[in-house]
């Protein structure tokens, strides 16, 4: 069965520190991989999506992603984080020939002015 | 105008109430999704449809039933509301099959079952 399992419920960084999010997906197949952001009172939206193209998958305002097949990894970073990027992060996972996305439990980001 | 609407965005209602929450869609996807999400559990797919006519359960389908009214028109009952329902709900639709699907998501009803 397929899963994905966001490491840290919650993370703190500074203003312009490196923000780095864990995604580690159970699958033996390589799936396709999603990242969506929860702003407060809002509906999921994408930020970005691994398709088996490019394993270095860059994102909506400045995320960026990276696969890595052999840690079963799908990591989301941004460089320098700012207080708009205060959210509510989920990893998803749809294996290849299924219908749906299953979610992680979701990683809230607290950005330190 | 939003692609995707939610009605209503909150209710509170009481134990063995009847609910329904309405999502509406000007996207013109066949696939709507009905999610539900908890407080550490991330979201959990209760339903979802292929076209009018195709529907099918997800992972926690019990104490829900779904109505595919019309290929933008998805409703979620609650036949008899119980306070383990209480939760933010999401209808979702995505854009087709293939490797490149997206799913674009509804602000969500935040419903409380007292």
């Known amino acids: 069965a397929q899963s994905v399992t966001q490491l840290g419920s919650h993370v703190s960084v500074s203003e312009g520190a490196l923000v780095l999010l864990r995604c580690n997906y159970s699958?033996?197949?390589?799936?396709?991989l999603f990242w969506y952001v929860q702003y407060p009172n809002q509906g999921l939206q994408l930020l970005l999506k691994y398709t088996s193209a490019a394993t270095l998958v860059k994102g909506i305002n400045g995320f960026e992603a990276e696969f890595k097949k052999s840690e079963t990894s799908f990591h989301l970073t941004k460089p320098s984080a700012h207080m708009s990027d205060a959210a509510e992060y989920f990893c998803a996972v749809r294996q290849t020939g299924a219908n749906n996305l299953f979610f992680g439990t979701g990683t809230r980001l607290t950005v330190i002015p | 105008d939003a692609d995707v609407t939610q009605t209503p965005r909150n209710r509170i209602t009481k134990t063995g109430k009847r609910i329904m929450l309405e999502c509406s869609q000007t996207?013109?996807?066949?696939?709507m999704y009905w999610y539900r999400q908890d407080p550490g559990l991330g979201l959990r797919l209760i339903y979802y449809s292929f076209d009018v006519k195709d529907i099918n359960k997800g992972e926690i389908s019990d104490g829900y039933s779904v109505s595919r009214q019309a290929q933008a028109k998805f409703s979620l009952s609650l036949e008899s509301a119980i306070p383990n329902q209480t939760a933010l709900y999401f209808c979702?639709?995505?854009?087709?099959?293939?490797?490149?699907?997206?799913?674009?998501f509804g602000p969500g009803t935040r419903l409380t079952v007292l």
């Open positions: 996207k013109g996807h066949d696939r």
């Open positions: 979702a639709t995505r854009e087709g099959s293939g490797r490149t699907d997206t799913q674009y």
């Open positions: 699958s033996s197949v390589p799936p396709y």
